[in-house]
């Protein structure tokens, strides 16, 4: 065996490489996932001798196709995420570390690395030192290269070696290693002999991160190997660990927003701002401005509309005194004295300036939620000039996106003259296409006169190599020779940085609009349904443009606490974990480069089960990508040709196994507590043997309904509600269901329990189930229909079931009833709450005295509803509530009954169980009741209902007291 890690040359595994954040797209031949430097070096060589180009790749978040190519691509993020070690002020770490992850560690020595590239949540450091990336701390912390103490890399013929700073005695090395030895003199002898060349052409901005990084190698009797190879994007060499140093916490920080009224102005004040030395400073145009107030109301007020333009400007210090007078006297002089800013604001509470910052972090994603064929591509995203030249620059822009008739988006790290411009074009329409190139022409001509770069942190890639040439004239050749020092076979990502003949800026782009389609645009004929057949209603061009929606940015790999999605790739950490992988495999099949039978394959489905329908990701990606209902269509078409696997039909015909448990309840529920019989219930049924599962109740709630008569449509007049029971309430815990219709008709509303309806159908949604989903939805809105119709609310106890009502039922039947139903369905506890903001329930709430942990399901979150549980539970008195946010819970429905999915459902609801056991909270409190099997795992502490902390607190139920002490079984939930 060549390698111990993962060889992958199949056709849908490749199209998750295929494409990164850039608009380019480029099948490898295969994909390796090493999982030692044994691996990395095995795979080079072998590439060596069968002449294939080898490709690394990080994240896979760059912007101008770096890591995109024809031949091996090797990705480091799978298994080379360990930090080695801490000492001091040095880090040793491996290349797939996530920059993020990585200060968080550091953290806790009191250090950080201070350059932070945008995406800095998911971008690896392997990529943050292969780019040179930097960031808007760039004026305080340079970039990534200035950090590196030394490498260890696989060179192009396959041997390693450790980088650094290498002696030169009388300018020749004395390294034992040959090869070494060998690369270090001759690098030496280039330098000496092009050093007039290599002074005389630099260009004078601040930052450039185009070409090989030469002026600032050699210099006394050293040559700084690792500084070389730094912000060579793989070309010349691997990096397989690195030792960086890092920097100190800042003791103090502040924050100033300036205010403008035109862009120019703004940058005007760029070098008022720098006189009073800040750590960063950004700048915002208009149309950032307006998407920040659309898509969060934080920044209504504190974005005037008038605004053009702004400026972003952080400060660090160890005095707070200085820091908050420097701060005053930046504002003073840019405001008052120089009248260049109409508004100024400042911060420095770290929560405060969380939410600035998140307008130059979160905000530029989104500009991918603006609907339109249309999209802000990053194809002369990193230009940068002298700071000084900025404002003359900006109207130079203007004027030739003016003559092209084309609009842009504006974000800078204007402090140090670093550009993110992103015209608005169509990549489907081939006049925009020639448009693109010329905008690239003419703005890069525009940048040489100011002396500038076309590249200042996001490296050459497919998009700017061609321009190499023209941006270093007499001293390009000096970087072909030394790509051959080190690559005489042109290995190491061909066609980056140096190449013979660079391919066009608009050759292998992305492809957009499906093979039939021969108007400009992806949105004038979906074809989709001529390719393979559609199982879920979808309005014309919806799913084709929903597929091309996802940029790839990369985002939805986040790994922080902040965000939920997505659980799936939070304990995989693999590509095809990530939301972004089934986009890509969906956009894929539209646009005709997948063969579409492949949706009839295993390979296909074990990517499309990865989504296990949490709908996180949907909320959370920048640009609002459906995911969900991508992977519900390609499911279902798996099903459609190859019928349900018999664990799958278990697992959606639930209810009718909790309906016969029922029946059965003494042995049933003595078959859950018994190992022996849990472990045939494994074989046969694939349910973990391991997880606990809820008793089976002796009489499901829906006889006792009938026995009180609350099956018979009420006649009163006033608020009444159809209770939608579900499965959990119904056979598993009545209790649950006694609660929810006390609290209510407590409350004055009338209880109607509609006597055929049936499950949900979420489980049969999830895996792809759904003509038989269709069936229960088409039955279920056909009764709830009626009810809305006589002036019911449909209320449910499960999210899930609210969800699956409000959101599946829709596409699934695509009829007026079903949209009648979803307007008219609400979660119990968001339906309470909405009465309480009325004024409408009662308080007469009698304290209980606990203290609880609540945790927030990911389907409630989906309804798009806020808190509602948490906020009912904080009006009972005495009830100390400590919100757990800890992520998704990782059971996710029914993914985690199964034994193949049960050790991964752990993993990713850890945080959360460990929060659980290790706190002083007397129980867990969350509506989900999947989430309230995951809580129960691993402890033995109960988690309740909201409805019934309020039944109790009402006075309606105090059995439920007995809830609070109560201690779960080794394999059975309370």
Known sequence: MLVRGEVRCDDVFLQLYASDASIYQVKPLAVVRPRSTKDVAATVEYARENQLPVHARGAGTGLAGESLGAGLVIDFSAHFRRVLGVQGDRVRLQPGVVHERLNAQLRLHGRQFGPDPAMSHVTTMGSVVALDGCGSHWLKYGSARRHVCRLEVVLADGSMLSAGQEPLVDGVSNDANPRKRELVTSLASLLRQNEELIRRNQPKSLVNRCGYQVADVLSNGHLDLARLISGSEGTLAL???????????????????????????????????????????????????????????????????????????????????????????????????????YEARHAFARDEMARYWHLARKVVPTLYRLKGSTRALPFVEDVAVPPETLPGFLVEMQNILKRHQVTATLFAHAGHGQLHLRPFLDLADPEHLRTMQALADELYEAVFRVSGTISGEHGAGLSRTPYLRRQYGDLYPLFVEIKRLFDPQNTLNPGKVVSDSPAPLIASLRPVKPP?????????????????????????????????????????????????????????????SSPRAKANLMRGILTGQLDPQLIKTDDFKDVADLCVNCQQCRLECPAGVDIPKLMLEAKAGYVANNGLPLRDWVV???????????????????????????????????????????????????????????????????????????TYANFHDPQLAEAMVAVLEHNGVAVYVHPDQRQSGMAMVSLGAVDRARQVAAHNVALLAEAVRQGYTVVASEPSAALCITREYPDLLGDDDARLVAQNTSEACAYLWNMHLLGKLQLDL???????????????????????GESLLRLI?????????????????????RKENYRNSLRAGWPLISAIRESNWLAGTTECSACKMQMEQGTSKPTIHPLKLLALSYGLMPEIASLLSARGKELIVT
């Open 239 to 341: 990096i397989t660990e690195m030792t960086l140093a890092t920097q100190p916490l800042p003791r103090h920080q502040g924050l100033a927003l300036l205010l403008f009224d035109r862009l120019e102005t703004a940058a005007r004040a760029v070098p008022e701002v720098l006189a009073f030395d800040p750590a960063a400073c950004d700048l915002m145009d208009r149309r950032h401005l307006v998407l920040a107030r659309e898509t969060d109301p934080r920044y209504d007020t504190l974005l005037p509309a008038e605004a053009e333009a702004l400026l972003l400007v952080e400060f660090e210090s160890d005095d707070p005194l200085e820091l908050r007078e420097r701060v005053r006297q930046m504002i003073d002089r840019v405001r008052r004295r120089k009248r260049l800013a």
């Open 877 to 897: 008195p005495g009830l100390n509530l400590h919100r757990i946010d800890k992520g998704c819970s990782g059971m996710a429905g029914t993914f985690g009954l």
């Open 846 to 868: 009698k304290p209980v005295n606990a203290t609880l942990g609540y945790h927030t399901p990911c389907h409630v979150k989906a309804l798009g509803i806020g808190s509602p």
């Open 652 to 726: 959606t015909r639930l209810d009718l196994f909790s309906g016969l448990g029922c029946r059965i309840s003494s042995l049933a529920n003595w078959a859950l507590g018994n190992r022996q019989a849990r472990w045939l219930l494994e074989k046969v049924g694939g349910i973990a043997q391991g997880r606990k599962l809820p008793r089976f109740a002796p009489r499901p709630f829906m006889r006792r309904a009938n026995r009180r008569r609350l099956t018979r449509p009420t006649r009163r007049s006033g608020r009444k509600v159809l209770y939608f029971i579900d």
């Open 516 to 576: 039939q389609t021969a108007g400009p645009s992806a949105d004038d004929t979906p074809a989709a349904a001529e390719l393979f057949e559609l199982q879920l209603h979808w309005e014309p061009g919806e799913i084709t443009q929903l597929a091309r929606s996802c940029n790839g940015c990369g985002s939805c790999r986040a790994q922080d606490a902040s965000v939920r999605m997505c659980p799936i790739f939070r304990f995989g950490q693999l590509e095809e």
